[in-house]
């Protein structure tokens, strides 16, 4: 069994904005992978299902970004896992916007939600880090993760998204490389 957390903040203030990437990765292997309708759970909204032969658990925690980790702990206590088999989709400024990577451990860069739940369970859980690009500027950064995705930049989200979730199966498998190479060129076409 893995539990895959989307990072965000709960509220449909905050649904389009930059720091959400988490939850709609989340929401959309949901939906594409067909899992069970979402239950309150943990302080966030769960669901279940299968990805390929493997048992996955969703969660959004509904905790805002800051408190995550709580959410993930829980959760993770419950089902008495381990946090290698914990994978963490977040929004991540130093990869360019829609590209995605997947790493294992290391540091938490300034990202507020993964330093909760490094808090709570250590470094050692797998990333899926979701590119939204640097605005320039250090002054602008805050504005700019907060900030809504335009209008112009629909298209290549929804890709992505899309991308993410039809390659899953990989990730679930634990095959990071292919998963990254087959979303990569999913975007491509």
């Known amino acids: 069994m893995q539990l895959w957390v989307g990072l965000g ?3 449909p203030q905050y649904a389009m904005h930059r720091h959400n ?10 939906e594409v992978h067909g899992f069970s309708p979402v239950q309150k759970k ?3 909204w769960m669901q279940e299902g299968r990805i390929g032969s493997e048992k996955i658990l969703l969660l959004k925690p509904a905790t805002f970004m800051n408190e995550s980790g709580r959410s993930v ?7 008495k896992l381990d946090p290698s088999d914990l994978t ?3 929004d991540e400024l130093d990869l360019a916007p829609f590209k995605v990577k997947v790493k294992r451990g290391g540091g938490l860069a300034g990202h507020n939600g993964l330093r909760s739940i490094g808090q709570h369970l250590g470094p050692d859980f797998r990333r899926v880090r979701i590119g939204i690009g640097h605005p320039g500027h250090k002054d602008r950064v805050t504005g700019h993760v907060l900030g809504n995705y335009s209008k112009a930049e629909m298209d290549p989200l929804i890709v992505m998204l899309g991308a993410v979730a039809a390659e899953s199966d990989r990730l679930a498998a634990g095959d ?3 998963f990254m190479s087959d979303v990569a060129l999913r975007q491509q076409d």
Do not use: C, K, L, W
């Open 42 to 44: 943990f302080q966030g």
């Open 21 to 30: 990437v988490g939850f709609m990765a989340i929401d959309t292997i949901g």
């Open 9 to 11: 903040n709960p509220g």
């Open 88 to 90: 963490v989709f977040h």
């Open 176 to 178: 990071d490389a292919r």
């Open 73 to 79: 702990s829980e959760a993770m206590r419950f089902y």
